[in-house]
């Protein structure tokens, strides 16, 4: 009896003491978690990059005689650098130059008499602006502007080189072109591109033996791969709370 005595009031002042521990613990607060940061993308900066690809030249003739431009793919690869603005604010402007070293073609066509004429076109190179439309880290644009073409022109008769002279120096011309371009990484950007070069229309003159052969058009159309590393005046990713 006296055992079931001390067990009761052991257990009456154990519960006295849990009530008063239980107060002393500090009561849980609610954390509320952090809202989310959406990221933005900052395409406004200088950039500099290279590209590798290939150009195809259009179908030229003199007068039906084919100048050997049929549309066989060479090798290009290249440099590029530039400048965008991004604004309103999914909006982007930009400023780019270009060149393009080309594989050799040698291009030639014989006409009657003995006359052959033969072109190298050797590199491409371009001045243009760009216009596009961004959504998270891709970009859709179209550029267009001033085109050059480092080419190589001989004319010789009976094997042996002639002078000559042409009607439209067909190295200055336009360019337009479109392409896709995705921020993959911390100031790295990389790009798929469709651009097409016209550099007008020309004939001969000189010798006059070939005036008659008529005109004949130089144009090339390339596809390229590229990558940038862009110089950002702000950091290319940064978070906006919602």
Do not use: C
């Amino acid at each position: 009896m006296k055992r079931f005595l001390l067990a009761t009031v052991a257990l009456v002042a154990l519960g006295a003491t849990v009530p008063a521990l239980a107060a002393d613990l500090a009561a849980r607060r609610y954390t509320k978690a952090p809202p989310y940061a959406a990221p933005i993308y900052n395409w406004t900066g200088f950039y500099v990059g290279g590209h590798i690809g290939g150009a195809f030249n259009g179908d030229n003739n003199f007068n039906g005689l084919t100048t050997g431009n049929d549309n066989n793919g060479r090798f290009l690869g290249g440099l590029q650098v530039g400048a965008d603005y991004q604004f309103a604010p999914n909006w982007l402007a930009g400023i780019e130059g270009q060149y393009s070293w080309l594989g050799s073609n040698s291009n030639g066509v014989s006409f009657p008499g003995g006359f052959i004429y033969t072109s190298n076109q050797r590199a491409l190179g371009s001045v243009t602006g760009r216009l596009g439309y961004t959504w998270g880290p891709a970009l859709l644009y179209v550029k267009g502007g001033y085109a050059f073409s480092d080419i190589n022109e001989t004319v010789t008769f009976l094997g042996v080189p002639t002078a000559f002279a042409i009607n439209g120096n067909h190295r200055d011309g336009y360019t337009v072109g479109a392409g896709l371009e995705y921020l993959f990484a911390q100031n790295w950007s990389a790009k798929v591109e469709y651009q097409y070069y016209n550099f007008g229309d020309a004939n001969f003159v000189v010798p006059a033996q070939l005036a008659p052969f008529g005109r004949f058009t130089t144009d090339d159309h390339t596809v390229k791969a590229g990558i940038n590393y862009r110089f950002s005046l702000g950091d290319p990713v940064v978070g906006k709370n919602l």
